[in-house]
C-alpha cells in the first residue's frame, strides 16, 4: 500500500445500483378518478415479473408509467418514480424517445403493420433507434430478432410477405422481434397471449423463457398456471371497491402460489375472485 492509496471504509459504500427496473410510489390519475395509490415494485433484471390481479385494478395503467405512454393519454396523470438501473427515466433532460426505446412493450392484440412486409415491420423496430444501418447489417439484425422471437424457422421463406398474412400467434412473435430490434433492456407485455391459442401462447411461453436472461420482462396475466410457468417474481394488484388500485402482496411466484400471506391474494390465486 502507498500513502495515496485511500481506504474505503465499509460503510462509505453506497448500496449496490439496483438494477432491472423499480417503480417508486406510482400514483395515476385520468382526470380526477384516482386508479393507482403508491404502488411500489422492484422488477429484477433477469427475472420475469407477473402482475396479476383482477380486471380494471390499474395492471395496465402501471405498465404505461413504467414507459411514460401514460403522459401520452389526454387527461392522464401521475406522480412517483421509474428507475431503469438506478436512472429516472422521468428525468427531464432525457428525451421521451430515448426513454421508450430503452423500455419495448407488447400488447395483447398483435398489431404488426399488415401491409408491411415480415422484413419491414422489424425494420420499423430498428428505424425508432435513429442509428443508420446498412443492409447486410439491417439482415443480421432481422434474422437476429426473429430468431430471438422463435419466429426465424417460419418466415425465413417469407420475409417479403405481409405481416397482416401472419397467423395470429406469429403476428405477435412479429411484434416482439420489432420491440427486440430497438434493443430494450426491458420488455413490458400486456396480457400478450389473451387473444392467442394454446400453442401459440406455448410457442409464446418458451420465447419469454429464452429471452429472460438479457432482457427484463414484465407481463400482465389473467391466465395463473401461465404466470406460474413463466415469472419468478409476481405481484397481486387489487382495486376494492371506490378504491384505488394497490398491490396486495408480491413476492417469488412459487410463494405467492403455494404461501400466499394475505388472503385476498389466496382467494384470487385459487379462481375464488
Ligand atoms: P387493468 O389493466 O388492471 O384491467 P386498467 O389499467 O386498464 O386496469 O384500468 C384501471 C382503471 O382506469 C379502470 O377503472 C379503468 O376504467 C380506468 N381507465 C383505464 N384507461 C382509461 C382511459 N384511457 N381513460 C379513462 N379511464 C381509464
Ligand atoms: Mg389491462
Not at 429516472?88 to 407488447?106: E, F, H, K, N, Q
Not at 415491420?121 to 439484425?141: E, F, P, Y
Not at 397482416?164 to 433492456?185: D, E, F, V
Amino acid at each position: 500500500m502507498t500513502d495515496t492509496d485511500v481506504i474505503i471504509p465499509a460503510t462509505f459504500h453506497a448500496r449496490p445500483e439496483p438494477s432491472g427496473l423499480e417503480a417508486i410510489g406510482i400514483t395515476a390519475w385520468f382526470g380526477t378518478h384516482l386508479v393507482l395509490d403508491r404502488v411500489s415494485l422492484h422488477m429484477r433484471e433477469g427475472e420475469v415479473t407477473a402482475l396479476i390481479g383482477p380486471s380494471g385494478c390499474g395492471k395496465s395503467t402501471f405498465l404505461r408509467t413504467l414507459n411514460r405512454m401514460h403522459e401520452l393519454i389526454p387527461a392522464a396523470s401521475m406522480a412517483g418514480q421509474v428507475l431503469l438501473d438506478g436512472e429516472d427515466i422521468y428525468d427531464p433532460s432525457r428525451r421521451l424517445t430515448d426513454a421508450r426505446r430503452l423500455i419495448g412493450m407488447v400488447f395483447q392484440k398483435p398489431n404488426p403493420f399488415p401491409a408491411m412486409s415480415v422484413y419491414d415491420n422489424v425494420v420499423a423496430g430498428l428505424k425508432l433507434t435513429g442509428q443508420r444501418t446498412s443492409r447486410s447489417t439491417k439482415d443480421d439484425i432481422v434474422e437476429e430478432c426473429l430468431v430471438r422471437a422463435g419466429l426465424w424457422r417460419e418466415v425465413r421463406e417469407r420475409l417479403r410477405h405481409p405481416g397482416g398474412m401472419l397467423s395470429g400467434g406469429q403476428q405477435q412473435r412479429l411484434c416482439i422481434a420489432r420491440a427486440l430490434a430497438i434493443r430494450p433492456k426491458v420488455l413490458l407485455m400486456d396480457e400478450p397471449c389473451s387473444a392467442l391459442d394454446p400453442t401459440s401462447t406455448r410457442v409464446i411461453e418458451e420465447t419469454i423463457a429464452e429471452l429472460r436472461s438479457d432482457v427484463t420482462i414484465v407481463i400482465v396475466t389473467h391466465n395463473m398456471q401461465q404466470a406460474a410457468r413463466v415469472s419468478q417474481h409476481a405481484a397481486f394488484f387489487l382495486a376494492e371497491e371506490n378504491q384505488p388500485g394497490r398491490i396486495v402482496e408480491h413476492g417469488p411466484t412459487d410463494i405467492m402460489f403455494s404461501n400466499p400471506q394475505d388472503a385476498r391474494t389466496s382467494d384470487y390465486v385459487h379462481g375464488r375472485f
